[in-house]
Every structure is written in C-alpha cells, then in structure tokens.
C-alpha cells in the first residue's frame, strides 16, 4: 500500500512540474517581468531531476558510443591484419629475390669450367618422385645444348644432358639417379675411380679404386677427365665420408656426400662441352 501512494504522489510531482513548466514558458514567451525569481526557483527544482534523468541516460549514450567505438576498432584492426599481411608478402618476395640473385652469383665465374663455353638456364619443373632423378630447364637448342652436356651449379656437378633437348627445352639427368656414372679422381693423389647414384638426394658410392689408391675420408672426388669421357676433368662431385675395401675385388670403396644441393635447383649451368674425337 505504501509503494502504491509514493508512486501515485511521484506520478503528480512530475505533472505539476511539467504543467509549471509549460505556464513559466508561455509566461516568459509574453515578457513577464517577475519571471526571473521564479525561473531560478523552477531549475533548482528540475535539477535533481536533470541529474537523475542523466544518470539513467548516460548508461544509454556509453553503450550507443561503445558500440561504435568497438566497430571502429574492428575495422582498424581489419586493416591492420592486411597490411601486416601485405607487408608479409613483401617480405617473402624480396627474401626470394635475394635468393634466386644470390643463386645466380653462384653460377658466375665458376673456376672448373676452365675455357669452356656455358648456358645458364632455369629449372622449370623438378622430378615427381624420388624414382625420377630428372628436372626441366628452359635452354635448349637453340643455345646449343646437346645430349650428354654436363650440367652444374655453384657446389658442383648436378647432372647432363639426358637426351636430346627441344629448341627451348632440356631435360638433366640428375647425378642422384641410379643409373647415373662418372669417372672421378682425387685431386694430386693416384688412382681413378666411378661414382654411381643411389637414388638418395644426398649420397654417391664410389667404386673400381684400385688398391693402391690413397682414397681417405674428407678427400673431395673430381671429375677425372678420362679419354672420350662426357666430362671435363675437375668438376667437383663430392666428399668422402668413409672408406672399406671390397673382399671380393679387393677394389676401395667410398660413401661420398654430393657437394650440390639438389634441393635448391633455381639456377643451373651446362658446360657446351664435347669430348675429344681422339
């Protein structure tokens, strides 16, 4: 009962203030004098009233505000997440820029190639499967590349010619490939040898030393440069890492580590190199 005649006597409160309002406005829209005193009684009245409307609004205005405040940051952070990606792809980019330049400087002036005339080409396509020890260049022909080349970068041999290219066009034969030989030798020591492929990105066997080769481990294999061989002699092929001796043959064998990586083919070179005749 007491709730009900507090609301009823602040339901009235409010309709006389309102109806003194509207009668003080008319009054002052007219020009009446004593209006000054009572307009000053009237605010002093309303201004608790203000201040508790103000207050009940004023959760209203923050939450409107926030509101767009919040999408505003949403947005800004949109914007920031795609320069930060923007600027990622920049990134990336110039790193492989620098990388394909730095590739291309291996390929310069490289100290086995002696007098021969070269082609440097890019690799366009890699093999499909560990199986398949081959890549594509973008040379061919038409810059007198033949069958049987020999093919390299900065860390060494890499491969040859497998089979007779297109004019824009050759395929290498990688040196990981199984069915892969070249004659070796180590530089200032007797003794020759072959090193085969295994399949493997990272391995060769060497074979056929003669017993009284001095083959030992961290020695670096070269192309030896035998008569009628499809390369010329110094090309660096790899580094032993350790040596036996076949029972059977009574021949040295050693495992040796390829010095060019055959997982970073950008660039390549091939040697225009053609065996003697005689």
Known sequence: ??????????????????????????????????????????????SPVGDATAGVFKPVGDAWSGAFDGADLKRDNEDLRRQIEDLRGQSAQA?????????????????????????????????????????????????????GMPVVTGGGLIGVIASKPSDGRAVVKL?????FQVGVAVPNKPGRGVVQGQGDEYRLKASQFDTTATIADNDVVE?????????????????????????????????VRMLANLNDLTYVTVILYKPPSE
């Open 175 to 179: 040196i990981s490939d199984r069915s």
């Open 95 to 147: 790193t492989n820029a620098q990388q394909e330049l730095d590739n291309l400087k291996k390929q310069l002036d490289l100290p086995y190639v002696g007098q021969n005339e070269t082609v440097r080409a890019r690799v366009v396509s890699g093999p499909v499967s560990n199986f398949e020890g081959t890549v594509d260049i973008d040379k061919g022909a038409s810059a007198k590349i033949e069958k």
């Open 1 to 46: 009962m007491a709730v009900t005649r507090r609301t009823s006597r602040s339901r009235f409160t409010l309709i006389l203030l309102v109806l003194t309002s509207i009668t003080l406005l008319t009054l002052d829209f007219r020009g009446f004098a004593p209006l000054d005193s009572a307009k000053s009684a009237v605010l002093s009245v309303f």
């Open 223 to 255: 192309t030896s440069g035998a008569q009628h061989s499809l390369f010329p002699a110094g090309i660096p092929v790899g580094t032993v890492t350790s040596v036996s001796t076949d029972e059977t043959t009574q021949q040295k064998v050693a495992d």
